[in-house]
């Protein structure tokens, strides 16, 4: 049975950071990429950013470009997201997914397996 499990989220002040961590079980992701998306309260989910395992190519949202980034380590089949600099707007609950394929997805739809999230929320 495929899963994802996130965790690292919390409650963090303005301009802290927090490092998300997405484990995998149940098959193997070198084929796949893992990304990370999120979701407000009344707003839809929305792309954060993606890493191809097996090429580490990597993508970013605009709006956390320079701030997150994206990493994954074979060794225990985990995919992280450390974020630096956080705002009140980053408050979300984030979500970890694998999508089978090449290239670095943006699009929801195009990712078959997802975990079941962690809060992140930022005060000011």
């Known amino acids: 049975q495929v899963q994802l499990v996130e965790s690292g989220g919390g409650l963090v002040q303005a301009g802290g950071s927090l490092r998300l961590s997405c484990a995998t079980s149940?098959?193997?992701?070198?084929?796949?990429?893992m990304g990370w998306f999120r979701q407000a309260p009344g707003k839809e989910r929305a792309f954060v950013s993606a890493?191809?395992?097996?090429?580490?190519?990597?993508y970013y949202a605009d709006s956390v470009k320079g701030r997150f980034t994206i990493s994954r380590d074979n060794g225990p089949n985990t995919v992280y997201l450390q974020m630096n600099g956080l705002k009140p707007e980053d408050t979300a609950v984030y979500y970890c997914?694998?999508?089978?394929?090449?290239?670095?997805?943006?699009?929801?739809?195009?990712?078959?397996?997802w975990g079941q999230g962690t809060q992140v929320t930022v005060s000011s």
């Open positions: 149940g098959r193997t992701f070198s084929t796949y990429a």
């Open positions: 890493i191809n395992w097996s090429t580490r190519s990597t």
């Open positions: 997914a694998a999508a089978a394929g090449v290239g670095v997805p943006q699009v929801p739809s195009l990712y078959r397996y």
